[in-house]
Every structure is written in structure tokens, then in C-alpha cells.
């Protein structure tokens, strides 16, 4: 018997005989300590090593959402920061990257809890959500390099595709709001009730026409209108106040009618009953390009189905975890890693300016006009 339990065991007994320690009886209760058959834990062994493995490529990608060469990827881009002790850096060293990425993956594909992935690979709870997460913050990291503006040739590339759709011109980007439901903290339910009476936190997204992200904002509770996320956000603000940084060559990018149309931010003719041809035929060619970012929202959430409901309790972490998927949506798309369209959400969501003209009708009507030709 090591000192340590000794010492406890003649703390415990001093305590309970208000007495010095009797040898004799502290050797019989360590003796009996030692004879209780403690239970092994009951769970999955060596899951990854005798089941992952064997997989073939259908099926890891079925029960990850990844193909296996994205998931390699990601070995190789995350390895460094994931082979750290624990978030802190300090604590017990972790197993592989490849098993806490692993776990991370069936958190995020999946509406599960962590008592079934300690279960499945052979670790405490603790241990796995400390393993998702350090792939989180991981992922984080390196969104700046993966969830980018366009500039220069790509914005122009970007544009072309928008095109092809509709024919709609100087389009960069789709953005809109998407409602991610969670499970809210009891103190402040009604800040995160939304309009349908559903609680959730408020993805805003800007897409391209490759379904990859341009920008995402997330965190603001469910009860906030669209145009607040938008005026609040980093975009907003830069949008604001250096526009020609973000817009270069007069492009733009279009959204609902949730925000403020601007010569940035075009939105879609109010129906108010009386809207002329040329008025209705804009907006049918805004909505069916518009429709990129819809279609980049069920991707999201088909592929990564944590989405459909997070339960977190603390809300705080949850911002983290939605941009970690958007993060690791935009590396599978990079990879051409394309996900069944089975999995969507909702299906039917698929589907150099500068003269006088348009300075005096604006842009909106400019582009209403040129539509028409």
C-alpha cells in the first residue's frame, strides 16, 4: 500500500476514534480495502482501432460527415495545437489527434452527449468534452485562414459565378441570418425566444457561390432582428466605415428584406401589391441568386447535425462551436468534399458602374433596369 492511501486511511480512523491509530486495526481495514473487487468501467474497446479502422470509405464518411483524406487534413493542420495537455496547457497527456478529432467529429455529426462517447471511445466524460473542446478552440484558431473576404481576382471569379445564375451583376456575396436552436439557461429564457417561440442563437452568414463561407457572425440571443446582427457585427462596422475596402468596383452583396437596402447591401422591392414588371422581375432574379446562402445553411446543418439543437449549458461556448463547423464546412468544400443532398435541412431552398444613370435612380433601380434589358 503506497504512503498516501495509508496516511488517508489514519486520517479517517484518528477522525472516527478520536484516538491515536491502532496499527493492527489500520492494517485489517487496508487489508479489506484491498480485497474489494473494483468493476471495470463497461464500454466500447478499442473502438478505433478495431472498428474506425475497417471502415471503408462510405461508411467513415457516413458516421464522421469527412471523407477520410479531409479528415488526414486535418491531422496534419490541427496535430500541433491538438498534442497540448488540455486548453490550458497543462494536465494529463492526451491521447492521438486522430482520436480526439475523431471524438470531436461524432459530437459535432451528431445530436449525441458525452456519456455515449466515453462510452464509444473507451474515456471519461470529462476527457471528451475536453478533447471537443481543444478541437474547437483548434479550430478557431485557424478560421482567419479558412472563413476569408474575397479580394482582387477571386472577388471577380466570385462574381462571375453569381452570374451564371441569374445574370444578376457585381455580386460577391449572399448573407442572411440562420437560427440556431438551443437549449437556453433558465435565468434568461426570453432573451433567446424567437419569433417562432423556438430559443435559439443567430448564425449570420455571408456565402459565395461555391457554398463556402465569406464571414460568419454568431453569438446574439434569438429575440434580435436580423438588421441588429448585421449593424452590430464586424461586417457592419466595416461596411460602415470603409466600404470601398470590402466592395471594390462597385460590387455587392444582397440579402433579404430583413436589412436596409444600400448600394453594398441590396435588398428585394417590398411587395406591397403594386410593383411594376420590371420591379417583380428583380426580385425573382435577386431571390434565385440570393438562394446560395440558404442552400450554404442546410449543407451546414445536414452535414453537421449538432446544429439542429445545441445543448450547452453554458451558452457562452456555443458561438465557439458554430464557427468551429462553419470552419470545418469551408475546409471540406475546399477539398471538394461534398456532402449527399439528402442530408439538406429543406430541400426546396434550392433553389464598373459609375455613370449618370446610376447615381440619380440608384443602385437598386439601376440594376432593375438592367435586368429588364
Known sequence: MDNLKRNVIIGVLNEVLDDDSDDELIAIVCSSYNSIERKSRVCIRNYVENIVRAYSFDDFKSHFRIS????????????????????QGIGRHCHSPDLQLLVSLTMFSNQTVYRLLSDKFDISKSTAWLYVRKVTEALKEVSSIYISWPT????????????????????????DGCHILITPPRNVQGSYCNRKGQHSIILQGVCDANYMFLDVFAGFPGSVHDARVFYNSPLGTKMRENPGELFPNNTHILGDSAYKCSNYLLTP???????????????????????????????????????KHVHMYNVELIPDLILACCVLHNICMKNNDEIDVDTFEDKDDYYNNGDEDFRKVGKREYIADLLMN
Open 152 to 175: 482582387g481576382a477571386t472577388a471577380n471569379n466570385i462574381s462571375e459565378k453569381f452570374k451564371e445564375r441569374q445574370n444578376f451583376p457585381g455580386v460577391i456575396g449572399a448573407i
Open 269 to 307: 422591392y417590398r411587395d406591397n401589391g403594386h410593383l411594376s414588371r420590371k420591379q417583380k422581375n428583380y426580385n425573382f432574379k435577386h431571390s434565385s441568386t440570393r438562394v446560395y446562402v440558404e442552400q450554404t445553411f442546410g449543407l451546414l446543418k445536414g452535414r453537421f447535425r449538432i446544429l
Open 68 to 87: 477520410r483524406i479531409t479528415f488526414e487534413n486535418l491531422v496534419q493542420v490541427l496535430g500541433p495545437s491538438l498534442k497540448e495537455r488540455n486548453v
